[in-house]
C-alpha cells in the first residue's frame, strides 16, 4: 500500500507564496509520475502541474511562470511552489501519485493514489 500525505495549505495574502507538499509511504514502491490538481467551489477538477520520473514537468496555463513542480526522490516527496498567488488559486488542491509496487515473491503492479486535499485559500 502506498499512502500520501499533503500539507501546506492555508491562507495567504494575494502575491504571496506557498509550498504544497506530498509524502509517500509505504513497504517498498517507486514513484514515477507526480500530478496536482485543484478544485474550487463550483469547478471541475482540474489539472495544475505535473512532473514524470525524468524531471519532465507540464503545467497548464493558468500557472505558467508562478508554480513550479518538483520532486525529492530520496524522500518520496512532491512539491508544488504557489509563488505570486492570485485570488482565483484558491482551492482545494489534490496530489496524484502514480508508481509501481514491489511484494516480495508477487508480480509488481501500478498503482494509481490520490491524497486527501489540503485547502489553499489567498485573500485579497
Known amino acids: 500500500q502506498v499512502q500520501l500525505v499533503e500539507s501546506g495549505g492555508g491562507l495567504v495574502q494575494a502575491g504571496g507564496s506557498v509550498r504544497l507538499s506530498c509524502v509517500a509511504s509505504g513497504s517498498l514502491f517507486s514513484i514515477n509520475t507526480i500530478d496536482w490538481y485543484r478544485q474550487a467551489p463550483g469547478k471541475q477538477r482540474e489539472l495544475v502541474a505535473g512532473?514524470?520520473?525524468?524531471?519532465?514537468?507540464n503545467y497548464a496555463n493558468s500557472v505558467k511562470g508562478r508554480f513550479t513542480i518538483s520532486r525529492d526522490n530520496a524522500k518520496n516527496t512532491g512539491y508544488l511552489q504557489m509563488n505570486t498567488l492570485k485570488p482565483e488559486d484558491t482551492a482545494v488542491y489534490y496530489c496524484n501519485v502514480k508508481g509501481n509496487i514491489f511484494n516480495p515473491g508477487r508480480p509488481a503492479y501500478e498503482y494509481d493514489n490520490w491524497g486527501q486535499g489540503t485547502q489553499v485559500t489567498v485573500s485579497s
Open positions: 512532473i514524470t520520473w525524468r524531471g519532465t514537468t
